[in-house]
């Protein structure tokens, strides 16, 4: 894995209070699961050592986008899924949308709108600027967020490590097969691992 000079970041993919907060979205809807709340104590070791480096660490958050009186615009799909989601809810600038305090701050916050970090979002600009070529990823959903972004990194000609106990799902079982469908285009490492590893760089 390469050090801050050689153009790595950690990735964080949708770890916001809306999802995580037991006041956040998905908290008062009933959602949740211990090991999404494990991760940030998991994480920040992670990012401590990260910032020790000066490794870039850049949080992607899922941004519903506020219309004419208020209510976010939601795609079909996800109204369907998660018809609890209203007005207020994972909006810019508000604390749902913010990256949860444990892991707080990140040194660059990006906008995604859908379930991988690249679609129609700054992400791919931001990392080209920094030269970033090499990505450490974690976050939720497994199957979901981190699963789609790590694919697209894979096709844009990213090297993946993903953290194999730093992102994780409601359901165990689909966590487990996603961390196996990955294996041929992402390397796997630990929290412990990837925070070892960045140490050395320091």
Avoid: W
């Amino acid at each position: 894995m390469s050090a801050e000079g050689d153009g790595t970041a950690v990735l964080l993919i949708d770890l916001q209070n809306d999802f995580l907060a037991a006041d956040g979205a998905y908290g008062r809807a009933g959602l949740g699961a211990p090991s999404l709340a494990a991760l940030p104590g998991r994480l920040a070791p992670v990012l401590d050592a990260a910032r020790q480096g000066g490794v870039p660490i850049v949080s992607a958050q899922f941004t519903l986008t506020p219309v004419r009186g208020g209510l976010p615009l939601i795609s079909a799909h996800l109204r369907e899924r998660r018809s609890f989601l209203t007005a207020g809810d994972f909006q810019p600038g508000s604390r749902g949308h913010a990256l949860v305090d444990e892991l707080s701050p990140a040194d660059i916050v990006v906008q995604k709108v859908a379930y991988s970090a690249f679609y129609m979002s700054s992400l791919e600009f931001v990392l080209r600027a920094l030269g970033i070529r090499s990505l450490i990823v974690a976050g939720i959903l497994t199957n979901g967020g981190v699963a789609s972004t790590v694919r697209d990194a894979h096709v844009r000609g990213y090297e993946t490590f993903l953290l194999s106990d730093g992102c994780a799902d409601f359901d165990v079982g689909a966590h487990d097969i996603a961390l196996r469908s990955l294996a041929g285009i992402s390397r796997a490492l630990d929290c412990e691992q990837a925070a070892a590893r960045l140490d050395a760089t320091v």
